[in-house]
């Protein structure tokens, strides 16, 4: 065998994890196969962080399964509360480098059939698929550090299980997912689909795909490839910009893949008939906020079943971006909606803690709080 082969077998098994395994995997692996339901009982519905604890588990199988699939647990070295209900946790991975995910409560107020208020809580966690990134847009913080490594699908699924044990949150609360963290998601393909099928196994942690949101900043070939394979799950698309100029200079991969390829790969996408694309678009001052902007926004998504989510851009130390004023976020968003497009502005949750990707993080090095 090659050295090099020898070397990514070795980086392989030090990285394996038992969370990187579906139950299909898991059964064709261990023997008695219905073991491996019981395991998945123990890690996604009871969060249970070593062998000994599965008590239903014969001792010559968890020996068997401390040596073979180690359960990886992320190490929450920090978590930041927004006055919002927002929480941010730094995680540290077992190679000593972090990664950021945000807990996101949203509260809706809804009047039943009897005239009384019925309040309910949404959950939402934003996950992060890499350390670092290869993207390098010039309003992020994650991009500033370079590109480090792909997540294991492990490290992927763990940061969920960590953040519904922290929060005691009950195994039939469903919560949505968004791969909106730090990195591209679609740049660590295989282990991002991979994570989808472990999240989705109804005998683990059952959330559905059309909970799941895939956020890219726009690899048109992997878009496509991600449509081809109709996993059942949603897109968002990092757009930021309608002309290929301003957009190469926030998202220097726009050389490689503009915008027109985003659109044509979009318009591909199986979208689900209840559902719609959601275009993300950071708006930042003097940059894209006027209405000629919306304009060509309208014209760029006419014939797919869109959606857009104005951002206030969020200005962090040491940027030359400033965020915009909310007179202009309104006549951009109501340009968009009295031409039938829906659109929202979304509320900056949590920023007061450090809302942009990868800022925790960055404290965290330079030593603040
Ligand atoms: S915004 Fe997202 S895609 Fe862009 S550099 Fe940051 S992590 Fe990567």
Redesign the pocket.
């Known amino acids: 065998m090659k050295l090099g082969n020898i070397k990514k077998q070795r980086e392989r098994k030090r990285l394996n994890s038992i969370y990187d395994y579906t139950l299909d995997e898991l059964k064709s692996q261990l023997k008695p196969s219905f073991r491996a339901k019981q395991v998945y009982n123990w890690l996604y519905k009871k969060y249970v962080t070593s062998y000994d604890e599965m008590k239903n588990i014969p001792n010559d199988l968890k020996e068997l399964l401390k040596q073979e699939y180690p359960i990886d647990i992320l190490e929450i070295i920090k978590r930041e509360k927004s006055s919002d209900g927002s929480i941010k946790y730094l995680f540290r991975l077992r190679d000593g480098h972090t990664i950021e995910a945000v807990f996101l409560l949203m509260k809706k107020k809804k009047i039943d059939e009897n005239g009384q208020i019925q309040r309910s809580e949404k959950f939402t966690v934003c996950i992060?698929s890499?350390v670092?990134?290869?993207?390098?847009?010039s309003?992020?913080?994650?991009?500033k550090g370079g590109f480090v490594r792909n997540l294991t699908v492990g490290e992927i699924v763990n940061q969920i299980v960590q953040i519904k044990r922290d929060m005691q949150i009950p195994e039939n609360k469903s919560l949505n997912i968004v791969y909106?963290?730090?990195?591209?998601p679609l740049d660590n393909y295989k282990n991002f689909v991979h994570a989808v099928k472990v999240f989705s196994e109804l005998d683990g942690l059952a959330i559905s795909r059309r909970r799941q949101t895939v956020?890219?900043?726009g690899i048109s070939k992997k878009i496509e490839r991600l449509g081809n394979e109709d996993l059942g799950i949603q897109l968002a698309i990092?757009l930021h910009a309608v002309d290929d100029e301003l957009r190469s200079e926030l998202?220097p991969?726009n050389k490689a893949y503009n915008i027109q390829s985003i659109i044509d790969a979009v318009k591909k996408f199986p979208v689900d008939t209840r559902k719609k694309v959601m275009f993300e678009y950071l708006v930042i001052k003097d940059k894209n906020d006027d209405l000629a902007s919306a304009k060509k926004l309208l014209q760029l998504l006419d014939g797919i079943k869109a959606k857009v989510n104005l951002i206030y851009f969020n200005p962090y130390p040491g940027t030359s971006y400033q965020r915009p004023q909310s007179s202009d976020m309104i006549k951009f968003q109501e340009y968009l909606v009295n031409k039938g497009l829906l659109c929202t502005i979304r509320e900056s949750k949590g920023l007061d803690i450090s809302a942009?990707?990868?800022q925790l993080k960055e404290k965290e090095l330079n030593g603040s709080t």
Do not use: D
């Open positions: 992060s890499q670092g990134c290869k993207v390098g847009c309003f992020c913080l994650t991009a909106m963290g730090m990195g591209e956020s890219t900043s990092s998202i991969m942009a990707c990868g």
